[in-house]
């Protein structure tokens, strides 16, 4: 809904809007990309290079982010327990290699054997987060954290064979890295990709995206996408309404840990690697900051706010190491992402937009 | 009143009523049972290490529970203080001041860092009302990066760094580990006494003695009374007059400085400060073992944190080796003993807020059948 009425405005009632509902912490980090871009020519990098970057990397990461939305819809807060669906994600691609797929068809296979697990996962989280209504954030972290430790443990113990991504000296075991040379490797971004000298676009992978984008912008215009919408906006009042505000928000989380399977499965395709063990820990974070800085709240969340949060975050990840270290001799844009990210998730949590629980 | 009655009954009542109240701890209890002979250690080594750890980590953990007092949860933002005592322990590795000196005046450098730090998280947390874990859990990281902003970039240009034994090559910034071999276990080790090759450390246990005592007589002042009312409930505690917001500052204040002090205590004993990585776990691990000592998010005693230390550690030590017994992989018991950590902390947040949850629909049913009407369930 959100979608909808933004884009239905005008170039410049929109930017006005958006100056408005952006808030000043946002409007600081669009203002300091821009002076990155402005910086980049004159300290020699490419801003072609850079841009091309850019958009590789929204690629990679923007539908993991787009996964923060149907649980922020549905009043259960932000995703932190992304990495659950991270690992339906990486089963699917150490199963697809351990089946023996190659090439494209690799990538489809992991998607269609990371949604059984996506979907039994995101059932008993949902189940879980009906439970502890009001504490979903907390618990959800804490979730995720559990599920990546006790993954550790069974990629391991679980009997994969491929000699690919098993340990050489032992025989199994998976490694802490798998290559996907060969498999599906840069399959999406070098679809339909457009050349034009040191930019490049790599239309498959954002084509995979829109695609995806759409199908949750127009599910969030059905009839159970607006239940959903009611039951995060107002419990009370969506109850009353006749909506079964435990269903729609089940429905909401299983979305989301399907959405961040892909997510993962998108982004190793653009990365060239499989990370397990404890790669996802961290990678709620990113995604969670990257849609606050596109402007959502705790509870309400669009795709707009998706594209922006996910181009603006990535500018700032891919920018800052080649700009600032060339102005300031100084390697600070590990430090900068962490305090830029974390900086806006806790200007989210003191926001006191929270609907009522 | 409820202690006075448990006291006076009989021994197999205590039992059965501590099985039924403390799942978490006796699950532990289960757990070490099964992994002790599994894992081949003579009771001697078990003894020592867990003194030792206790010793190390014990003090960390008190400084958890003023906030639970407070009702803000359980205080992830202590790694505020932790980087505190950090900081506090650089310059004195950088001034090359040995041992107790050292320690004590590390922690009096970390003292102001702690209260301004703790202010900072209390102002956020008062923002942040009802949300306070997930908060303060983010307040860690982002303070991780202003850390590592002052740490690595501004120590040497900005805030002079004489030794460069501590600095990076580079010039500026301080190195990965700090070594602290001229304090090592010097706390531990003055006054310490060994018992059949058991090491005591005797002066590490009577600061942390002191402090305990310091908790029960701080539950009976002014201040005491007024975090407990503001734990119970804010709003009638702010009815009775009591400074919600100030008294919720100073539990930050209070955890964060006390967590600084911990922190000191907690690498001199381990000899050498890793700079980047050594407050980047604490805040978890301590949680994990308050938990784990039968606390629970709104709930928590000294008996606990005793309880949960000794439980935590063991499972510490013998998980690894239990697990390379049984599976023939060391890395098992690693991730094992990693996995349960976080699995105890959902299962208490989930015990806790499910709790939460039904007494507050038992309280909106009551409403709903004293109204009559619909609008009250929850």
């Given amino acids: 809904m959100n979608a909808k009425t933004s884009e239905e405005k005008t170039a410049g009632g929109r930017i006005q809007g958006l100056i408005k509902s952006f808030g000043l912490p946002r409007l600081i980090i669009a203002g300091f990309l821009l002076l990155l871009f402005i910086a980049s020519p004159f300290v020699g990098a490419n801003i072609?290079?850079?841009?091309?970057?850019?958009?590789?990397?929204?690629?990679?990461?923007?539908?993991?982010?787009?996964?923060?939305?149907?649980?922020?819809?549905?009043g259960c807060g932000l995703n932190f327990g992304l990495p659950l669906g991270i690992i339906s994600g990486l089963l699917g691609a150490t199963l697809s290699i351990e089946f023996g797929f190659t090439g494209g068809l690799s990538f489809f296979v992991a998607?269609?054997?990371?949604?059984?697990?996506?979907?039994?996962?995101?059932?008993?989280?949902?189940?879980?987060?009906?439970?502890?209504?009001?504490?979903?954030?907390?618990?959800?972290?804490?979730?995720?954290?559990?599920?990546?430790?006790?993954?550790?443990?069974?990629?391991?113990?679980?009997?994969?064979?491929?000699?690919?991504?098993?340990?050489?000296?032992?025989?199994?075991?998976?490694?802490?890295?798998?290559?996907?040379?060969?498999?599906?490797?840069?399959?999406?971004?070098?679809?339909?990709?457009?050349?034009?000298?040191?930019?490049?676009?790599?239309?498959?992978?954002?084509?995979?995206?829109?695609?995806?984008?759409?199908?949750?912008?127009?599910?969030?215009?059905?009839?159970?996408?607006?239940?959903?919408?009611?039951?995060?906006?107002?419990?009370?009042?969506?109850?009353?309404?006749?909506?079964?505000?435990?269903?729609?928000?089940?429905?909401?989380?299983?979305?989301?840990?399907?959405?961040?399977?892909?997510?993962?499965?998108?982004?190793?395709?653009?990365?060239?690697?499989?990370?397990?063990?404890?790669?996802?820990?961290?990678?709620?974070?990113?995604?969670?900051?990257?849609?606050?800085?596109?402007?959502?709240s705790v509870n309400k969340a669009s795709i707009l706010n998706v594209i922006i949060?996910?181009?603006?975050?990535?500018?700032?990840?891919?920018?800052?190491?080649?700009v600032m270290n060339s102005i300031i001799h100084m390697d600070v844009s590990e430090v900068v992402r962490i305090i830029v990210s974390n900086g806006m998730i806790l200007y989210a949590l003191t926001r006191k937009t929270e609907g009522s629980k | 009143m409820k202690n006075n009655t448990t006291t006076q009954m009989s021994f197999g009542?205590?039992?059965?009523?501590?099985?039924?109240?403390?799942?978490?701890?006796?699950?532990?209890?289960?757990?070490?049972?099964?992994?002790?002979?599994?894992?081949?250690?003579?009771?001697?080594?078990?003894?020592?290490?867990?003194?030792?750890?206790?010793?190390?980590?014990?003090?960390?953990?008190?400084?958890?529970?003023?906030?639970?007092m407070a009702g803000m949860g359980l205080n992830f933002g202590m790694t505020l203080g932790a980087m505190a005592g950090e900081i506090g322990l650089i310059f004195v590795a950088d001034w090359q001041i040995y041992g107790i000196p050292g320690v004590v005046l590390a922690m009096i450098i970390s003292i102001p860092i702690s209260i301004v730090l703790g202010i900072f998280c209390g102002k956020v947390l008062n923002m942040a009302k009802g949300r306070e874990m997930i908060t303060s859990y983010i307040i860690s990281f982002f303070i991780n990066g202003v850390y590592q902003l002052v740490v690595l970039y501004m120590m040497g240009p900005i805030i002079?760094?004489?030794?460069?034994?501590?600095?990076?090559?580079?010039?500026?910034?301080?190195?990965?580990?700090?070594?602290?071999?001229n304090m090592r276990q010097c706390l531990d080790n003055l006054m310490s006494i060994t018992i059949k090759g058991v090491k005591i450390p005797v002066l590490t246990f009577i600061i942390v003695g002191?402090?305990?005592?310091?908790?029960?007589?701080?539950?009976?002042?002014?201040?005491?009374?007024?975090m407990r009312a503001v734990g119970q409930d804010m709003e009638v505690a702010r009815d009775a007059g009591i400074n919600?917001?100030?008294?919720?500052?100073?539990?930050?204040?209070?955890?964060?400085?006390?967590?600084?002090?911990?922190?000191?205590?907690?690498?001199?004993?381990?000899?050498n400060l890793p700079t980047y990585t050594a407050h980047s776990q604490i805040g978890m691990f301590c949680i994990a073992a308050l938990l784990i000592g039968g606390a629970s998010v709104d709930h928590a005693s000294i008996k606990n944190v005793f309880l949960g230390v000794i439980l935590f550690h063991l499972m510490f030590i013998v998980a690894p080796s239990t697990g390379t017994k049984i599976t023939g992989d060391s890395m098992i018991g690693e991730y094992f003993r990693v996995f349960v950590s976080y699995g105890v902390i959902t299962v208490a947040?989930?015990?806790?807020?499910?709790?939460?949850?039904?007494?507050?629909?038992?309280?909106?049913?009551?409403?709903?059948?004293?109204?009559?009407?619909?609008?009250?369930?929850?």
């Avoid at chain 1, 091309?52 to 993991?64: D, Q, S």
């Avoid at chain 1, 949060?309 to 080649?322: A, N």
């Avoid at chain 2, 002191?210 to 007024?226: E, I, M, S």
């Fill in chain 1, 309 to 322: 949060g996910t181009f603006l975050f990535q500018g700032i990840v891919t920018m800052t190491p080649t």
């Fill in chain 1, 48 to 74: 072609f290079t850079q841009l091309t970057n850019v958009i590789n990397r929204f690629g990679w990461n923007a539908i993991l982010v787009l996964a923060m939305v149907p649980m922020v819809q549905s």
């Fill in chain 2, 13 to 68: 009542k205590k039992l059965r009523r501590f099985l039924s109240d403390n799942p978490v701890p006796i699950m532990f209890i289960i757990i070490c049972a099964v992994c002790i002979p599994v894992s081949g250690f003579s009771p001697g080594y078990l003894l020592n290490e867990i003194m030792t750890r206790m010793g190390r980590n014990t003090f960390l953990i008190l400084c958890l529970l003023i906030p639970i």
């Fill in chain 2, 160 to 181: 002079p760094i004489k030794h460069s034994s501590i600095r990076l090559p580079r010039g500026y910034g301080i190195r990965n580990t700090v070594s602290l071999l």
């Fill in chain 2, 349 to 378: 947040l989930t015990m806790y807020e499910t709790k939460k949850r039904r007494i507050k629909s038992r309280a909106g049913q009551q409403l709903k059948a004293d109204q009559k009407g619909d609008e009250a369930d929850e």
């Fill in chain 1, 111 to 296: 998607i269609a054997l990371a949604t059984p697990f996506a979907l039994i996962l995101g059932t008993g989280y949902g189940w879980l987060l009906n439970k502890i209504k009001g504490g979903e954030m907390m618990i959800a972290t804490y979730v995720g954290f559990s599920a990546v430790s006790f993954m550790c443990m069974m990629w391991i113990l679980l009997p994969y064979h491929a000699p690919n991504m098993v340990w050489g000296l032992s025989g199994k075991g998976l490694r802490t890295t798998i290559s996907l040379e060969g498999y599906y490797a840069q399959v999406l971004s070098n679809f339909l990709k457009i050349k034009i000298g040191s930019f490049s676009i790599p239309v498959g992978n954002l084509l995979f995206f829109a695609v995806l984008a759409l199908a949750v912008w127009a599910f969030f215009h059905t009839k159970t996408g607006t239940a959903m919408t009611a039951a995060g906006s107002n419990p009370t009042f969506a109850k009353a309404a006749g909506v079964n505000v435990d269903k729609m928000r089940m429905i909401s989380v299983i979305m989301s840990t399907w959405l961040a399977a892909i997510g993962i499965l998108v982004y190793e395709q653009g990365f060239g690697f499989v990370q397990i063990y404890m790669a996802p820990f961290y990678m709620a974070l990113p995604a969670v900051s990257a849609i606050l800085i596109g402007g959502a």
């Fill in chain 2, 210 to 226: 002191v402090l305990c005592l310091f908790f029960v007589w701080f539950k009976k002042t002014k201040l005491g009374q007024d």
């Fill in chain 2, 244 to 271: 919600v917001e100030r008294t919720r500052i100073i539990s930050i204040v209070m955890s964060t400085v006390l967590a600084g002090f911990g922190m000191v205590i907690y690498i001199q004993n381990m000899g």
